[in-house]
């Protein structure tokens, strides 16, 4: 009877544990649900080994990124690179603008 009583006693434990586990799992998800719903399209830009990356991406109030799109990939040493960044800039701004809208 004993033995009876010490199984009953660990299978609901696990079913606590388990229970536990799912609840807080659902609310973990209900979360990141609401940030990916709360997530806009913003500008984005950055230079690495002599290139300047423009872009725009679907970003989450904390700050990550959900989806990124390429607008241009600019050369630093670029003569023109005052007028394409701009240019890449007004683009992706208005690619924001309509992702958003």
Do not use: I, Y
Request: with cysteine; hydrophobic share 50%; glycine share 6%.
């Amino acid at each position: 009877m004993r033995a009876f009583a010490l199984l009953l006693a660990v299978v609901l434990a696990l079913v606590v544990v388990g229970c536990a586990m799912r609840v807080a799992g659902a609310l973990r998800g209900g979360r990141d649900r609401r940030q990916r719903e709360r997530a806009a399209w913003k500008v984005r830009h950055h230079s690495a080994d002599g290139r300047t990356v423009v872009a725009v991406a679907l970003t989450t109030p904390a700050g990550e990124v959900l989806q990124q799109h390429l607008v241009a990939d600019l050369a630093d040493d670029d003569p023109d690179w005052q007028r394409l960044f701009l240019t890449a800039r007004q683009e992706a701004e208005e690619r924001a603008f309509h992702l958003n809208s």
